[in-house]
């Protein structure tokens, strides 16, 4: 189990405390897009403040990383970006950016979300925790499992919080409460709600699971087994849909196998016209993630196969 400490644009965080309503935040690194890879799904990470301030002053749980064009970013997340408009993140991302940023351009840049953020009273702001270096740019992550001293930073930062309170327990899940389906597991892979587009987006490198299509506008984050159905917002359980396929998906006339491979309903050639592209496509396997984890999880695709699929 770890934790992580990042380094935090003072003007981000202080927006964000100043709108505790923001229930998922998106801590962006302007220019390095390297996969954040420190944390699993629910873990926590921690804002610390650059010197002279030096505190840390708060924190979140992670959701996933992204990487993500800067108006992108704003469709999934808005203010939770930690600015009121597109205009004012453009204008803080290339103030932090060593080359500036082209006049109409939108960039890419590292996403990494957050959910549950909660920061702390001005006057009980905590030291750093031990062993992080002043001269860090970034952040260092801390193995709570390995040291109990970390173990007890993290704990101390957490109970002065009075919007996030959480134990220091191996045997406990990181994220709040929720419905998670088939076995209880001790980190269940879940993302926030908004940040669930930004994830699969990153996910499935930008393309339709289904036709390949890479107009990114018209791509969507489906459910294999929806919410309103006891699913969860994790990347297992997803896929990265353009929109006319995502509602094909949702009514049943598409599907997957146990190898996950497309099948086609054949309802959809009787209801429709135009429909032989699917019929000719079906059968074969759909692009996948390329990490395993984020691949159609099989109980998943049988659910939506029981369930909702039209044979």
Not at 35 to 45: W, Y
Not at 151 to 165: P, T
Not at 239 to 257: C, K
Request: net charge neutral.
């Amino acid at each position: 189990m770890k934790g992580y400490v990042g380094v935090t644009d003072t003007e981000w965080y202080r927006y964000l405390a100043d709108h505790p309503g923001i229930a998922e935040i998106n801590f962006w690194r302007p220019s390095d897009l390297r996969d954040f890879k420190v944390l699993a799904v629910g873990e926590p990470f921690l804002f610390k403040t650059r010197a002279p301030h030096n505190r840390v002053v708060g924190g979140g749980f992670y959701s996933g990383f992204a990487r993500l064009r800067v108006s992108e970013a704003w469709r999934v997340l808005g203010e939770g970006n930690g600015a009121a408009t597109l205009g004012e993140l453009r204008e803080r991302i290339t103030s932090c950016r060593k080359e500036p940023m082209p006049d109409g351009g939108d960039p890419e840049i590292g996403c990494v979300f957050l959910r549950d953020p909660f920061f702390l009273p001005e006057d009980v702001a905590a030291d750093p925790p031990p062993d992080f270096a002043p001269n860090l740019v970034q952040g260092r992550s801390y193995d709570l499992s390995a040291d109990v001293r970390y173990a007890d930073y993290f704990h101390r930062v957490a109970v002065q919080s009075d919007r996030v309170l959480f134990d220091i327990d191996d045997s406990k899940p990181w994220h709040r409460p929720g419905p998670v389906y088939g076995e209880p597991k001790p980190r269940p892979v879940r993302c926030g709600q908004w940040s669930f587009q930004g994830v699969m987006l990153h996910a499935y490198g930008g393309r339709c699971a289904v036709t390949g299509s890479a107009i990114r506008p018209t791509l969507q984050a489906a459910h294999i087994r929806p919410l309103s159905k006891g699913g969860e917002h994790r990347t297992d359980n997803g896929l990265l849909l353009r929109s006319d396929v995502h509602t094909m998906f949702d009514r049943g006339y598409l599907g997957l196998d146990a190898e996950r491979r497309l099948l086609v309903s054949p309802w959809l050639r009787k209801e429709f016209a135009d429909t032989e592209w699917f019929y000719d496509r079906a059968e074969r396997p759909i692009f996948l993630p390329t990490q395993r984890a984020d691949r159609p999880h099989p109980d998943f695709i049988e659910w939506h196969l029981d369930n909702v699929f039209r044979s």
